[in-house]
């Protein structure tokens, strides 16, 4: 089992900046896939960024040369830094990890991007 716990949400203007933080209560190490998903009202769940245990990343077209996602296997977090951020960014915010012995969600987070 892992528990996963974002923190960093909230509301910023456009163009602003937030940085997204999960922490797992035991070590990612192992954690093949660790990434970032989201969901805005009335829309389905989509993969925004995702980082291998290797450090090979991946992201949705929409985030690209905005969002960094990286991993700190010592401090057992995965991070996300957006930046340039957008009304359309505004969704809940979900961290999630694909292990072989399952696949875990925290609770989610807000991000809200409004003038």
């Known amino acids: 089992q892992v528990q996963l716990v974002e923190s960093g949400g909230g509301l910023v203007q456009p163009g602003g900046s937030l940085r997204l933080s999960c922490t797992a209560s035991r070590s990612i190490s192992s954690i093949s896939f660790m990434a970032w998903y989201r969901q805005a009202p009335g829309k389905q769940r989509e993969l925004v960024a995702q980082?291998?245990?290797?450090?090979?990343?991946d992201y949705a077209d929409s985030v690209k040369g905005r969002f960094t996602i990286s991993r700190d296997n010592a401090k057992n977090t995965a991070t996300l830094q957006m930046k340039s951020l957008e009304p359309e960014d505004t969704a809940v915010y979900y961290c999630?990890?694909?292990?072989?012995?399952?696949?875990?969600w925290g609770q989610g987070i807000q991000v809200t991007v409004s003038s």
């Open positions: 980082i291998s245990s290797g450090g090979i990343t």
């Open positions: 999630n990890a694909r292990a072989f012995i399952g696949i875990y």
